[in-house]
């Protein structure tokens, strides 16, 4: 079985966030996909398979599960297409468990269209106080299967240090970690992701929880375009527009590596 490994949001290899891309020719039990994930120890995992109406099939898998949605494993399976495995389609159409998703591109820069994730501001109450200093918290919000904190600055982001325990016990899929850029930057908003639950301390850019970061900025803003950077210790970048009920992801993918499972 074919795969590469392709950094997604990052023009620069060994930056952004890492996914394998596996090209399915044949079938395989959800019990081998995950043990590929696992050997892999990628945070995505990514399987494609074509199908037979010019759509794909694509599932992502962390080290430890399959998940619902997966923002720059999908941009890596779409890079890989284009530029590894000779699909010349101008638009990708993925049958995913979120529906299906379409990724576009201009040049080397790709898009991805993704259901917005609608967020609820909260009282931050005891579950933020849990895993940051509340004299540090803005503002707290659900965000589908995650959970959202906002911090007074940039800078507390990147100085975050996450008590992974507390984050796991708050039973979300993962927990997201913002504030808004500092004031001089052409960036509008900063963020980290941590999901130990879903096997990933730290996530180096995560595309889904944009989906959900979007609509946060664009309730506080008034705006419904973006440009954000995830500040994990790779780094990654990506330009952000909301259309109606749909987040267009926008960025770069770079393939690093490529080989054959001997499967």
Not at 101 to 125: H, I
């Amino acid at each position: 079985m074919k795969y590469r490994v392709v950094d997604a949001f990052t023009q620069q290899k060994f930056c952004g966030n890492s996914a394998a891309v596996c090209l399915l020719e044949v079938g395989l039990t959800d019990e081998e996909l995950q043990g590929i994930a696992a050997e892999f120890n990628l945070s995505e995992t990514a399987y494609i398979e074509s199908l037979a109406n010019g759509q794909w099939s694509l599932r992502w898998f962390t080290p430890a599960m399959e998940v619902n949605l997966c923002g720059h494993a999908t941009l890596a399976a779409a890079h890989a297409l284009w530029t590894e495995f000779g699909v010349n389609d101008e638009v990708l159409r993925f049958i995913t468990r979120s529906g299906e998703l379409t990724v576009t591109r201009n040049n080397d820069v790709m898009a991805m269209r993704f259901p917005l994730t609608m967020t609820s501001q909260v009282d931050a109450g005891r579950w933020a106080h849990s895993v940051v200093d509340p004299s540090l918290l803005r503002g707290a919000a659900e965000a589908g299967e995650d959970l959202l904190i906002e911090l007074l600055s940039a800078d507390a982001v990147q100085r975050f240090v996450p008590d992974l325990v507390s984050i796991a016990a708050l039973k979300s899929r993962g927990l997201i970690v913002t504030a808004a850029a500092d004031s001089a930057s052409p960036i509008d908003f900063v963020s980290r992701f941590f999901a130990p639950n879903a096997g990933i301390n730290e996530d180096p850019v995560t595309g889904s929880a944009h989906c959900a970061l979007a609509h946060y900025w664009s309730l506080k803003t008034g705006k419904n375009t973006f440009s954000a950077r995830q500040v994990s210790s790779r780094g990654g970048a990506l330009d952000i527009c909301i259309d109606g009920d749909v987040v267009v992801l926008s960025g770069y993918a770079v393939t690093t590596m490529k080989g054959e499972l001997l499967i």
